[in-house]
């Protein structure tokens, strides 16, 4: 594919992020959303490190709405924890975020990044488990809008990627698959709940 088109797919992708972040960020400070603090974290940490095993992986342009979607997760889990979001952590919590923070050293180890995209793919989709928990007991705090345009974002970044390959790829491939399970699990608990009322 021609590497202007991967540029207008990567400007695509990023601007997605933005209009899915900064409605979600304002949704966190009035209050009405208040995703879990540790689920955030873990993808902040997760999203970030793996930007730069794509950038290494010569992921390119297709590379940068990771490493913009890294930084601003980091910045809603704070948001999340000064707003007093769901801060329910279990010890399975813990070990994803030792597990994140272990991938380092690993990918220095072996000099591949593969292997931190593998080890950190794996905990991201795990981090998911809290925020799949809680919107399945609470439906109604948390945005439909957001997480569809995340999936919409991820689908363009592996789109807009110079190099294919597993460590180009997996992350935002199974970030729109955990994205889309979030969804469907929001609006089955919102229709079920909604049904109760009536």
């Excluded at 955030?40 to 709405?65: K, R, Y």
């Excluded at 990918?107 to 292997?115: A, E, I, K, M, S």
């Excluded at 997480?147 to 491939?173: D, G, H, K, Q, W």
Aim: one cysteine or more.
């Amino acid at each position: 594919m021609d590497f202007n088109i991967k540029l207008v797919f990567s400007g695509i992708a990023i601007a997605l992020a933005m209009v899915g972040f900064v409605p979600y960020i304002a949704l966190i400070l009035r209050g009405q959303v208040k995703p879990h603090v540790f689920s955030w974290v873990i993808w902040g940490i997760t999203t970030t490190i793996v930007f730069f095993a794509q950038l290494e992986a010569d992921g390119g342009a297709g590379a940068w709405p990771i490493g913009l979607s890294g930084f601003i997760t980091i910045f809603i889990a704070f948001l999340a924890y000064i707003k007093r979001g769901d801060a329910t952590i279990t010890k399975l919590d813990w070990g994803c975020l030792a597990l994140a923070m272990a991938s380092l050293p690993l990918w220095y180890v072996t000099n591949d990044p593969l292997w931190a995209v593998l080890i950190l793919t794996t905990i991201d989709m795990i981090g998911f488990g809290p925020t799949f928990r809680k919107v399945y007991h609470r439906p109604f705090e948390d945005s439909r809008i957001f997480f569809i345009i995340m999936i919409l974002r991820n689908v363009c970044s592996v789109v807009a990627l110079e190099a294919y390959s597993v460590t180009t790829v997996l992350f935002p491939f199974c970030l729109a698959v955990g994205f889309l399970i979030i969804l469907v699990i929001l609006q089955f608990r919102r229709n079920v709940l909604s049904q109760q009322v009536v």
